[in-house]
């Protein structure tokens, strides 16, 4: 016991080599990201030359292990060396950063990624940088081997454990990295504390090696034995190469499955790997104690690759079951990386085991006696690492976009099998025909009855915790860095990105709030600035952002990562609204975004940034003040930069957190959230904002496009400010910086969802309304408060001066609380103090609605002065459709068209003069009242609204877009006692619909069901 206590000292030291070995992989990962970007490329590339580092260091201590006699000591100089080297490689890749530039940089385009010179440079860069670290980490297992295995009995028991150990760690390390270092200290002070580990393991080592007695702390003694002849076993160097290369193309191809389940964060890749390495870590532990020998580690060797094998594919068969088995767990009290561990372990544990048991198999097989361990587990480790790269890259790069995922499973379970197949033809000697029959079974059946594609998981999104299996998949695309999904949902499209909504994607206009956000992107900086001829969008998404920027720009240049993105997009063409892709303007660049812009000279009027999801690995660093600053550096003196974030990834204080980090950069800020949508947008500048006149120009300029945003009038967007300059420096007071070293959004953004803003965004700027710092008498303010929701409407009455106008306000309050009589007192009032006030009289003629279209009272009993034409229309236009007199209403529609968009009837004017063309039930005069209905903001008449698009796609013949309409009912448009009425009336519009084209029918369903929850 007392012999054993220096090998457990010594197992907690490699304990904490592994885990400040994953450390450093976790940062060095980021630290270069922010160099070469996170294009496929880089990636793939910083993850190569680490691995590859290891394996030369584990190949150069294959060759020098058995010429060190002090081999502990040697380990905690190396451990020293590799936290040494670890803290000068931020600053090396800092240098790397000016060489890449002084080397690429100054383009006059925009730089596409995967270029040969790139390639090359970041294959130099991240090897030469990494390579001495790494090659220190990977030549520390022989040297432990060399001074802990004394007999043969030890060979397999102690290099397994040792093994074992190391991944322990490595799990610990990668936990410790994501749910704790990052969140707490940052990316550079995390370093430090892996360097300081490796300090740790070295005065430990030293300490051990110092007091080791016996035959422990010695060399081992040369053979005095004639070892085993070496014959067939050589063949497990290209096995355990085979066997690294298909263990990492599983990784790969899970962690893309898992990430549909569990989400892209930091935390559910930690939770991934975690699982995966926490397997192989207990394989290696139960391998070493049976691979006593070498022909029970051969057999050992054959009956691991069928294991994997067939767990792979067993774990496959049930992979669709795991969204339903998740989202249950999501719903229940466990925590959340609970239930991202019980998916990870469910999918990549049982295989991961048998996979960790072939090092210690492997090993026992290369090694004769004692004397050779080292050696062999040195050429062991480098050669299966070797494959891990293969692995990894060929997944990644090519093996799953060229096969899928289903193929890729096919790919990896026929080599399993066939390196079980090579094990028992070359090393097995008993029962080897029997693990050659099952193994060529195993192939037969993979042939005849090929796994299916798992669509379940890949339809199934961890946002929304469900799986959506009704609708038809449009486009599916398995890409290098992201599998995209476009669901066909009703008349739209859905498109996803690993399961994450990237964006809504219409045939027709939709009214105003059903993409008030995405609009806006691309319509905002000509709003801001009326003279911007140049943008740079960053993230394509669905290409509804790029749907409505307005003609003043004439260049749009736009970074997209992932090529199926744009495939996805293409696949839709003339379907959609309007195609961007064959937008002339539009000049696609396939890179990342921070990579290209570090490289060119370019500058743009406007810079539009709307990434992914901010905790997902390709666009979190896009949230960061140094991107900010690189954005700004590619903007002209007047240029504006807008930035997207979705309401539900933040919090207050990550809502604070981007207002102050943006402040760092910009001198002006302002925050929009068109149509009380629930995203944001930031718009910012180093020159001032003159909002309201330059959207004023806008409009002059270009009055169609910006209809398109559902501006009319500066009103429309005063109204959707949020946040003017003084309200976002009176938010931003104390809040964090986000930066790349302390990436807040990025860590707490994946935990903020069930406390997000969505609905509390009005509640934090409640108190900045920019309308109070406006003198909104000056507005036509009766227009702003139709605009405005009842909560902002009522905080900046009290500003009014206006008599009038305060009248109507209460008139409004009055009749929200159902107080209709003294409505109509108040409302009499302010028409006795101004008979001429439009607002006043629109309010008078709309309060008589029913009365005017049932034909019980006349206009002049309500107004005593002669009405204008238009107002007249409105109400003759009632009384004729309360007649049916449809000619009468045709024939007002002049009339009624010269109402502006800001008089309080003009909702009215445009539902009579889509009426009429609705009941002509004329195919080209259905798609007039469409154009009528999607012109008009329905602010007071949201049922009507849907009604009327409902019957006007039925008669135009666009049946999915009628039933469309109708999926965007709400109890809260209608009263209780009015919803039997309509159902029904409604019912009998539906019986219009043809059944014929299954889409039609499976939305008639949808739109049903709708009424039948609307009439409960």
């Keep these: 016991m007392q012999r054993n206590v220096p090998f457990l000292l010594l197992l907690v030291c490699f304990f904490l080599s592994g885990l400040a070995g994953l450390i450093y992989q976790t940062a060095w990962t980021r630290e270069f990201a922010f160099v070469f970007g996170t294009s496929n490329l880089a990636v793939a590339t910083v993850l190569a030359a680490y691995m590859a580092g290891l394996a030369a260091g584990a190949a150069v201590a294959a060759r020098l292990a058995h010429r060190i006699t002090r081999p502990l000591l040697t380990y905690g100089v190396l451990e020293l060396g590799v936290g040494i080297t670890a803290l000068g490689v931020p600053l090396a890749i800092q240098a790397s950063q000016a060489l890449y530039v002084g080397l690429f940089g100054g383009q006059t385009d925009l730089p596409e990624a995967g270029g040969l010179s790139s390639a090359v440079f970041y294959m130099a860069c991240s090897f030469v940088i990494l390579m001495i670290p790494t090659a220190l980490m990977g030549a520390t297992l022989p040297l432990l081997v060399r001074h802990s295995v004394h007999n043969d009995e030890e060979l397999s028991s102690r290099i397994g454990l040792l093994y074992a150990i190391n991944t322990a760690g490595a799990v610990v390390g990668t936990v410790l990295a994501a749910f704790v270092l990052l969140p707490l200290i940052g990316l550079r002070e995390t370093i430090w504390a892996a360097a300081a580990v490796n300090g740790l393991v070295f005065l430990a080592a030293w300490a051990l090696a110092r007091s080791a007695g016996g035959d422990f702390g010695s060399a081992p003694p040369a053979a005095t034995r004639n070892p085993e002849p070496l014959g067939k076993a050589v063949w497990i160097l290209p096995l355990i190469f085979g066997s690294g290369l298909v263990s990492f193309t599983y990784e790969v191809l899970w962690t893309r499955l898992l990430e549909h389940l569990l989400g892209g964060s930091v935390y559910a890749f930690s939770t991934m790997l975690a699982s995966f390495l926490m397997g192989i870590a207990l394989g290696a532990a139960v391998g070493s104690r049976f691979g006593t020998t070498r022909s029970r580690a051969a057999m050992g060797f054959a009956i691991a690759q069928l294991g994997i094998a067939l767990l792979s594919a067993v774990a496959w068969l049930a992979v669709d079951e795991i969204p339903a088995l998740t989202a249950s767990l999501k719903n229940s009290d466990l925590p959340k990386m609970l239930v991202d561990w019980a998916a990870s372990t469910f999918t990549l544990f049982p295989a991961a085991v048998l996979l960790g048991a072939t090092f210690p198999f492997a090993v026992r097989i290369l090694a004769r006696d004692e004397n050779e361990a080292a050696s062999a587990s040195a050429k062991v480790y480098a050669v299966n690492t070797l494959g891990s790269v293969v692995g990894s890259i060929g997944a990644g790069f090519f093996i799953i976009p060229a096969l899928g995922y289903a193929g890729t499973l096919i790919f990896c379970v026929a080599v399993n099998l066939l390196l079980a197949l090579g094990t028992a033809l070359t090393l097995v000697d008993v029962n080897a025909k029997r693990v050659q029959a099952v193994a060529a079974i195993g192939i037969v059946l993979l042939a005849i009855s090929p796994p299916g594609e798992p669509l379940r998981i890949l ?558």
């Design 459 to 1016: 339809r199934f999104s961890a946002l929304a915790n469900y799986a959506n299996e009704q609708d038809p998949i449009a486009y599916l695309g398995v890409g290098r860095a992201a599998t995209v999904l476009v669901l066909e949902t009703g008349a739209h499209w859905f498109l996803r990105t690993n399961g994450n909504p990237e964006g809504r994607i219409s045939p027709l206009s939709v009214l105003h709030n059903q993409a008030g956000v995405a609009r806006w992107l691309g319509g905002l900086p000509s709003i801001a600035r009326p003279d911007t001829e140049t943008m740079l969008v960053v993230g394509f998404g669905g290409g509804v952002a790029l749907e409505t920027i307005p003609p003043n720009v004439k260049q749009i240049d736009v970074i997209e990562l992932e090529p199926e993105v744009i495939a996805a997009n293409a696949s839709l063409g003339e379907q959609r609204w309007r195609d961007p892709l064959k937008d002339p303007r539009v000049k696609l660049h396939l890179n990342d975004a921070r990579n290209s812009l570090t490289l060119t000279t370019r500058r743009f009027d406007a810079i539009v940034s709307q990434p992914s999801h901010p905790w997902s690995a390709g666009a979190s660093h896009l949230y960061t003040q140094e991107f900010f600053e690189l954005a700004r550096d590619h903007l002209e003196p007047d240029g504006v930069f807008v930035q997207w974030i979705g309401l539900a990834f933040v919090d207050e204080d990550l809502f604070r957190t981007l207002l102050a980090t943006l402040l760092e950069v910009y001198e002006h800020v302002q925050v929009y959230n068109p149509s009380g949508n629930s995203g944001v947008l930031f718009l910012a500048s180093n020159s001032p904002f003159e909002t309201g006149d330059a959207a004023q120009r806008a409009i002059d300029a270009n009055p169609a496009a910006m209809r398109d945003l559902g501006v009319f009038a500066r009103e429309d967007v005063l109204a959707n400010m949020l946040l003017n300059e003084r309200g976002v420096r009176e938010l931003a007071k104390g809040a964090e910086i986000n930066r790349d070293d302390h990436n807040i959004l990025q860590i707490r953004s994946p935990n903020v969802l069930n406390r997000s803003l969505r609905t509390g965004i009005q509640k934090l700027t409640g108190d900045y309304d920019p309308l109070v710092d406006l003198d909104i008498n000056e507005l036509n303010i009766s227009y702003t408060l139709r605009l405005l929701g009842k909560m902002r409407a009522d905080r900046i009455t009290s500003n009014i001066k206006d008599p009038i106008t305060a009248k109507l306000a209460q008139v409004d309050r009055y009749i929200d609380t159902g107080k209709i009589e003294s409505a109509r007192t108040e409302l009499h009032e302010a028409l006795v103090e101004a008979p001429r006030n439009e607002e006043v009289r629109g309010a008078r003629i709309q309060m008589s609605r029913y009365a005017l279209t049932q034909g019980t009272v006349e206009v002049s009993d309500l107004i005593e002065l002669p009405l204008y034409s238009a107002e007249a229309a409105v109400a003759q236009g009632w009384r004729a459709i309360g007649e049916s007199d449809w000619d009468t209403l045709r024939s007002l529609d002049d009339e009624l068209a010269k109402l502006g968009r800001t008089h309080s009837l003009s909702n009215h004017a445009a539902s009579l003069r889509a009426e009429w063309r609705i009941e002509t039930d004329d195919e080209k005069l259905g798609r007039e009242a469409l154009t009528i209905i999607n012109g008009a903001l329905w602010d007071r008449l949201p049922l009507e609204a849907v009604l009327l698009r409902h019957r006007a796609n039925t008669v135009a013949k666009d049946y999915l877009a009628a039933l469309d309409s109708l999926l965007y009912l709400n109890k809260r448009f209608i009263s209780k006692g009015a919803r039997t009425v309509f159902v029904k009336r409604v019912t009998r519009e539906l019986r219009k619909v043809p059944t014929d084209d299954p889409k039609i029918a499976a939305l008639l369903l949808k739109a049903e069901a709708k009424l039948r929850a609307l009439s409960r």
